[in-house]
């Protein structure tokens, strides 16, 4: 399947270089070390066992941040705070790293919410062949803006591309009706060929324009020079 160029978007962050990974070095924890049914030495403070529970969850947190797994090091250090909250001495430490955690790990994307953000999230689904993610998004933009071509091409592709003729059909035709540059596109389109030997979509080619208004002309995206 033919990758599809991404739409332009003023909202995409530009690509951030990434610094390289910190060196962690685990600081000793003498006490979690110490089997705790033996006595402790005269002076030295007692230990609950809930300290030698949270010591352990919170070394499973520092060495996955050593592997540079900081989701899982931020899971495990946050959940010693939350399940331990007594054991303030160790929290010190716990936030330390959490710190670094937080400057790394991969931030959770946010679902998009413009028309804009939907068809390059469409897009991307497309190119991946996640086809039911892609329509999905393109559903959406459809209900805000039923007259948007592109969103109705794209929908048509998913659909051709998931073996659904007639609902591709549809949508394709809506989309030629909507914009004559649709037909020539929908000739040499590689993701439309399921459709080729479909009376129907021969059919759809032949769909007269309908009127062209200036405001919805003016909210169209641009589209690339080679037309995808």
Known sequence: MAKRPLPKSKNQPPDVPVSPAPVVRTPPTVEAKRNPAQPASPGSPQRSSTYFEAVALYEQGVQALQRHDYNRALELLQSVLRQYPDEKELHERV???????QKHATPQEASPQTIEERLYAATLAVNGGKYDE?????????????????????????????G?????????????????????LARRDPDLEPLQDDDAFRGALDVPSLPRSTDRLARRPIRPKNGR
């Open 134 to 162: 892609a329509i999905s998004h393109l559903r959406l933009v459809r209900d805000e803006d039923p007259d948007h071509d592109h969103a109705l091409y794209m929908l048509a592709v998913a659909h051709a591309q998931r």
């Open 164 to 184: 659904e003729h007639a609902e591709a059909i549809a949508h394709l035709e809506r989309a030629i009706a909507l914009n004559p540059e649709n037909r020539a």
């Open 95 to 101: 936030r330390l790293y959490l710190n670094i955690c």
